[in-house]
């Protein structure tokens, strides 16, 4: 076995798409079947207050990787042009800003992915990824995916989670053959939509046939939401939430045969395993069906952008612990690097802070503030323990949530007069940490995002809203204002 304090450890890292954090066993969802992923928070810690940088796939993603947010990477919507197009078209949305994995590369790591990139151009291994089987472009159909092998895109006969499994196991099973530690992303496309019963495999639909989905909230469809994603009332509400638990428990069987692999090439305790989602998901929440973009204007609801974290080492990480303290995606970066004992050659002005000691239980965040903020396009957000404050830039609406006495966000304060101070004071904080960091032409002040998707570089053209879709679906008529 290695030594992990003067060793490098393995690098496991998992990404699920779209996965709420309520929607595991072990956070308290007493409905669906994940033992594998339970397992995992068992043997490792669990975060119940983690949070992705913007509530839709491609910045989150982003986030995660640069330790930027939005408005200092420039990916502000899903990417829906430029990911494999004709070579002369196709965008590398990431291109000259540095990652966490390409300083793992160059810091001695093999890195491979398998699975969901949808940062750009999936034709090419790019952020130092020297082994690369990726899905073509943000979303496919589970069982007639479109992917990319060798830089060829095809369609595969075959449920995409196992292809996504199979190849993370035969890349795991190479690099562990190498004289230096390797960095394994496997990306799901689970459960992101498609959740039509033709769409997934039996075996997992029929744990839930019989299921009364009280896991999950029955509210009248909202009426702000717009068909961005599937949704439905009664019997479609069941089929939804039928298919929607079925491709998370395929997940997990994968991520049991991850484990079971680890186990068997005997580097178990050599190997940080994490598991994430890009973003938190609405399904029937706030009668919201979809993420951020589910609704016209955007939304931030925690079901939306909060999300399921964990993290296990054997030896390194003590078992079965909790973190209650905010964190972001963005703190990511910083903390796989100093996990790893790595630094970038060049230090940027990144938002994250490592929390490296609490997962192994060894010291506190070192953050003066217990605060996090969120963006998506014009729509920012800063939120403490007690209170969030959501700013729609330029006119709103505006929100200010008490979740101390308000978790669910039914009720919006912003209007309260008797609370403007403490709305001004958020207002205020909001501002200053974003004029810190933005780095003016990645603005999301100036996006023109609608939540339909950007279709190239945040510049030029950005505020004239030639990056973004301009034509999202329309909301649900008959509701005058948001709340």
């Known amino acids: 076995m ?23 066993r072990c956070a308290g969802n007493h409905e669906i079947h994940t033992p594998n992923i339970d397992k995992l928070a068992a043997e490792g810690v669990r975060c119940d207050n983690f949070f992705c940088a913007s509530p839709v796939c491609s910045p989150a993603r982003a986030s995660i990787l640069t330790g930027r947010i939005p408005s200092q990477h420039g990916v502000h919507d899903y990417i829906r042009s430029g990911n494999v197009n004709k070579e002369k078209t196709a965008i590398e949305y990431l291109a000259g800003q540095p990652s966490y994995t390409e300083i793992l590369a160059d810091g001695g790591y093999s890195c491979a992915l398998s ?93 839930y046939d019989n299921c009364a989905f009280t896991s999950v909230p029955e509210l009248p469809i909202h009426p702000c939401q717009v068909d961005s994603c599937p949704h439905g009332e009664k019997e479609e509400r069941k089929e939804l939430l039928r298919g929607y638990y079925a491709a998370i428990t395929a997940m997990d069987n994968g991520i049991g045969q991850l484990m079971q692999e680890l186990d068997r090439l005997g580097i178990r305790e050599d190997t940080l395993v994490a598991f994430i989602s890009d973003n938190g998901m609405n399904m029937g929440h706030h009668g919201i069906w979809g993420k951020g973009n589910a609704t016209s204007p955007l939304n931030v609801f925690d079901t939306s952008i909060k999300i399921p ?23 990511i970066f910083p903390t796989i690097l100093e996990y790893t004992g790595l630094e970038p050659a060049v230090q940027q002005d990144l938002p994250g802070t490592s929390f490296v000691p609490l997962l192994k239980r060894k010291g506190q965040l070192g953050r003066k503030e217990v605060v996090i903020y969120d963006e998506y396009g014009p729509v ?39 609370l403007v101070q403490i709305r001004d004071g958020l207002r205020k904080r909001l501002g200053v940490w974003y004029a810190r960091y ?21 510049i030029p053209g950005m505020r004239e809203g030639n990056s973004f879709d301009d034509k999202p679906p329309a909301p649900i008529p008959g509701a005058p204002k948001f709340f």
């Open 2 to 24: 290695l030594d992990p304090t003067t060793i490098r450890p393995n690098i496991l890292f998992i990404v699920a798409d779209d996965l709420g954090a309520w929607a595991v």
């Open 115 to 207: 699975g969901k990139w949808h940062l750009g151009n999936s034709r090419v291994p790019q952020k130092g990824f020297n082994r690369w089987f990726s899905i073509a472009r943000g979303g496919c159909s589970y069982k007639r995916p479109d992917v990319v092998v060798n830089g060829d895109v095809r369609f595969e006969d075959g449920y995409i989670t196992n292809f996504i499994t199979e190849n993370g196991i035969s890349f795991m099973q190479e690099m562990s053959q190498e004289k230096k530690p390797f960095y394994l992303s496997v990306h799901y496309t689970a459960p992101h939509s498609p959740w039509e019963r033709s769409e997934h495999l039996e075996q997992y639909l029929s744990l």
């Open 380 to 418: 920012r957000m800063i939120r403490t323990s007690d209170w969030k404050y959501v700013h729609r830039y330029p006119h709103g609406p505006h929100e200010l949530f008490d979740l101390v006495n308000d978790p669910g966000e039914t009720d919006n304060r912003f209007d309260d007069k008797g």
């Open 438 to 458: 933005v780095r003016p032409e990645f603005d999301g002040i100036y996006a023109a995002v609608t939540g339909f998707g950007q279709k190239g570089l945040a």
């Open 309 to 331: 974290a964990i993290f296990r080492q054997p030896g390194v990480i003590p078992p079965g612990g909790t973190i209650s303290d905010l964190l972001s995606q963005y703190d």
